[in-house]
């Protein structure tokens, strides 16, 4: 009896442990279960989110960049990214749900893109990949194609393309943006924060099954796009610039072109542009060379054109007066050097006065002037017209240009310098210094943009002329203005005159140094010409540069850059409705009865209805030169010209159908009561 009760204690005791062990069992579960359910949850939930999401980041529309009569000069399109999953591709071809191969598909898709087709192959075949780029920057007509194939895995997400409407149109100023949507160069690089915009961000659910990107959105901070820019430049002023550079580099076959124009009242660049150029818009086709904005970044010996600062100094200091007189027999020796004139090998001067010294460009007066300055006045004045440091322009790329260390000058130093060797500058320092001259002694830091906007038009930033010192007094402005008329009206600068304008304008000629001897070239040159006009009442000031020019007329700044410097004056000034000539009228004329002498434009009839791209070229007949640019840029239409007053003939004609970016050709011509 004994014995059962023993045995009876014992299953009693194991089924005890069975039990509390499943227990425990139990409990461990449901805790388990609690911890993920209850404690657990949100960040549980929040992972499967995750592994079920794409998050993406939306990128901001990119701001426009308007000239200064509203045309546009860059703006972002809306573009496709080519996407697409190797590993669902290669499903669907094993599986022969898809009858074609990858090769098929890589010469599909890089017929229709201009791909390399072994290039979209291999990226095809990185099976281990789940998505893989295609193609960036995809126009929309593109896409349709793509998308028409229905291959397996080819997807598009949305991008921004930056395009340029005018082309090569003040490119090196207006400068590039990348893939990414930034500006790396020019005004797009120094207003890339203003443009940018702000990017959203997107999280979308993914059907792992499919791989494919679905609709359902989980979060969404929406982008903000970018605010917009007018610039100074102005779009007819800019086209003279660009016609007489293409003249120029075809004429001269120059290792390069630059001009630049400016109102030297404020500071505003209203043009500016160099050749060798690009297309912005394609981008990927240029070099860094051609890139480069010369009229910012060129660092170069100025040569005669930087006597303009020398005779303001001595004139400043009273070290000279415009009368006073200088032995010029052709050459001057200062140790260890021999300064001679560029027509030295012609005749001697003389006792020219200093304005005949400067009417010459005679290199042994100015460099007399200069050594009767001494280096600490010059070197004051060399800085004080913002020589050595950078002008502060808003648009990357700028450079500060080179001077000889004071502490280092001799006296062969200085009296180079003072006809303009030696010392490197910029063009838009030089410009600006001139600019300084013209309007009675003020240096304005310049500006290429005028105003900030935001994308629906309200005003964030109005820019206004930033006046950075007093160089020289009005006084010796005037008398420097004076000598350089009479530069114009009888010597080196006689080629840009203008009838009925007082031009006031310097040339230039300067030696190049030979790198492979250290020493001046006698062969290679950089011909220049500044003018600003009217001399009395400046509204534009010019600079042209011509570097290494190879040409038939010769290497004279005066020969190469003087007619070119007009032709731009001359027709900005009739923009501005000023008239350049005693005949040009610069009002309309009412007759005794009050009907206007005057022809005005017609309505047009159009010889078609235009389509995507194209435009009706409108009447232009009796307009002003600047009725004419205003007009042709709203249609996005250049225009080259002959002769002054108003329109009388066009080609082509009124009602024409053309694609924009089409130049009209304009004849004026004075018209009488």
């Known amino acids: 009896m004994k014995k059962n009760r023993k045995r009876t204690l014992s299953y009693f005791s194991r089924d005890r442990w069975v039990l509390l062990a499943l227990l425990m069992m139990i409990t461990l579960v449901f805790g388990r279960l609690v911890m993920l359910q209850v404690v657990q949850a949100a960040d549980l939930k929040s992972r499967g989110i995750e592994r079920r999401t794409s998050d993406q980041s939306l990128r901001a529309d990119r701001g426009a960049i308007f000239d200064a009569q509203g045309n546009v000069l860059a703006q972002s399109i809306p573009v496709k990214e080519i996407i697409a999953d190797p590993k669902m591709l290669t499903e669907q071809i094993a599986k022969k749900q898809f009858k074609r191969s990858k090769e098929d598909v890589a010469k599909d898709l890089g017929t229709i893109l201009g791909i390399n087709t072994q290039d979209i192959l291999d990226k095809l075949n990185k099976n281990s990949l789940s998505w893989i780029n295609v193609a960036h920057q995809v126009d929309i007509h593109k896409t349709e194609e793509i998308m028409a194939l229905k291959i397996p895995g080819v997807a598009l997400t949305d991008e921004e393309k930056r395009v340029y409407p005018m082309g090569k149109f003040a490119s090196s100023a207006l400068g590039i943006v990348n893939q990414d949507g930034h500006g790396v160069e020019g005004i797009e690089s120094y207003y890339d924060k203003v443009l940018f915009g702000k990017p959203g961000f997107q999280s979308q659910e993914q059907d792992t099954r499919a791989r494919s990107i679905l609709d359902a959105l989980h979060q969404n901070d929406p982008s903000s796009p970018g ?25 001269t076959n120059a290792k390069s072109v630059t001009i630049l124009a400016m109102d030297p009242m404020t500071g505003r660049v209203l043009g500016m542009g160099s050749r060798p150029t690009f297309d912005p818009t394609d981008y990927s ?28 100094a001595a004139l400043e200091e009273g070290v000279i007066r415009p009368n006073d007189t200088f032995a010029d027999p052709g050459y001057l020796r200062i140790p260890p050097r021999l300064i001679t004139n560029w027509d030295s090998d012609q005749k001697p001067h003389g006792n020219p006065t200093f304005t005949q010294g400067m009417e010459l460009s005679s290199n042994v007066v100015l460099a007399q002037v200069g050594m009767k300055m001494g280096k600490n006045i010059f070197y004051t004045y060399l800085k004080a017209f913002g020589f050595g440091a950078k002008t502060g322009i808003d648009i990357s790329g700028e450079e500060s240009g080179i001077i000889v260390p004071q502490d280092k000058v001799r006296d062969i130093d200085l009296a180079t310098m003072s006809f303009g060797q030696s010392n490197s500058v910029t063009p838009i320092q030089l410009l600006s210094a001139i600019s300084a001259v013209a309007n009675g002694g003020t240096l304005y830091r310049p500006y290429i943009v005028d105003k900030i906007t935001t994308p629906d038009g309200q005003l964030i930033q109005q820019q206004k002329p930033i006046p950075v010192r007093q160089v020289i007094s009005k006084a010796t402005a005037s008398q420097m203005t004076n000598v350089l008329e009479q530069v114009v009206s009888d010597g080196t600068g006689h080629l840009a005159q203008i009838p009925g304008i007082k031009v006031a304008g310097k040339t230039g000629t300067a030696q190049k140094v030979d790198p ?17 006009a009217p001399a009395d009442d400046p509204k534009i000031a010019v600079l042209v540069i011509i570097d290494s020019p ?74 002003t030169m600047r009725q004419v640019g205003d007009t042709l840029a709203k249609s996005e239409l250049h225009f080259n010209f002959t002769g002054s007053g108003l329109v009388n003939q066009q080609s082509p004609e009124a009602g024409k159908v053309v694609t924009k970016g089409t130049t009209i050709e304009v004849k004026f011509s004075s018209l009488t009561p």
């Open 516 to 532: 492979k001897t250290g020493a001046y070239s006698t062969t290679d040159f950089i011909a220049s010409f500044a003018a600003f």
């Open 550 to 623: 190879k040409s038939a007329e010769g290497h004279q700044g005066g020969t190469l850059g003087g007619p070119r410097a007009k032709a731009i004056l001359e027709g900005a000034l009739q923009y501005y409705g000023l008239p350049v000539a005693k005949e040009t009228q610069s009002t309309v004329s009412i007759s005794p009865s009050d009907s206007a002498v005057r022809p005005s434009p017609k309505p047009v009839t159009p010889e078609r209805t235009p389509v995507g791209g194209e435009v009706v070229i409108p009447d232009l007949t009796g307009l």
């Open 227 to 251: 605010n917009n820019l007018t610039l100074t430049l102005d779009s007819t002023i800019q086209y003279f610039v660009e016609q007489q550079l293409d003249d120029l580099q075809q004429s």
């Open 285 to 312: 086709k240029s070099t860094a060379d051609s890139r480069r904005n010369l009229a910012i970044g060129m660092s170069y010996e100025p040569g005669s054109t930087f006597k303009i600062v020398t005779g303001s």
